[in-house]
């Protein structure tokens, strides 16, 4: 005996689908906000670097530092994303994937030893994060435009 009736095979394959979408939009977002970040802080101009320290932390590293603040921050998504207030308000969507966007920004790359190794996490938050705000606060509203754009070419939920 089940409490709850099971959901159309679709359903799932559309959850399925936003759900990655989401994750997809969550990674890309953590990786310019590394790459946009290390070149303001390397060259003092806005641009597009890698993070790296030779022999320690390489490309392959911010590609994973960025998927796996993605796959922690994605419960939570997913979670809040049930609640039937934020299944029915479209600002409510916005601003749980806005959240959820500075939570992967703040725990994704880059890795702070690349700007030097004597980083404690209050420092790491607000040199790396909390004054980077003219680089954050836009790349926050354009991953809530792009996922928006992507589910209403997706269509109804």
Do not use: K
């Amino acid at each position: 005996m089940s409490l709850s009736p099971a959901l159309p095979a679709s359903n799932v394959a559309q959850g399925v689908v936003r759900a990655g979408i989401d994750l997809v939009v969550l990674f890309a977002t953590s990786l310019v906000f590394a790459c946009v970040l290390t070149a303001q802080l390397e060259t003092g101009q806005l641009g597009w670097r890698w993070p790296s320290i030779p022999y320690d932390y390489e490309r392959g590293d911010v590609l994973m530092h960025a998927l796996l603040a993605s796959l922690v921050v994605m419960p939570a998504v997913l979670l809040i994303g049930r609640l039937a207030c934020v299944r029915r308000a479209p600002r409510w969507q916005d601003l749980a994937f806005a959240v959820a966007t500075l939570l992967v920004i703040r725990l994704g790359p880059p890795d702070a030893q690349v700007f030097g190794n004597t980083w404690s996490q209050w420092e790491i938050t607000a040199g790396l994060f909390l004054l980077q705000w003219p680089i954050v606060i836009p790349l926050t509203l354009a991953a809530v435009v792009l996922r928006r754009l992507i589910r209403r070419v997706l269509g109804p939920a």
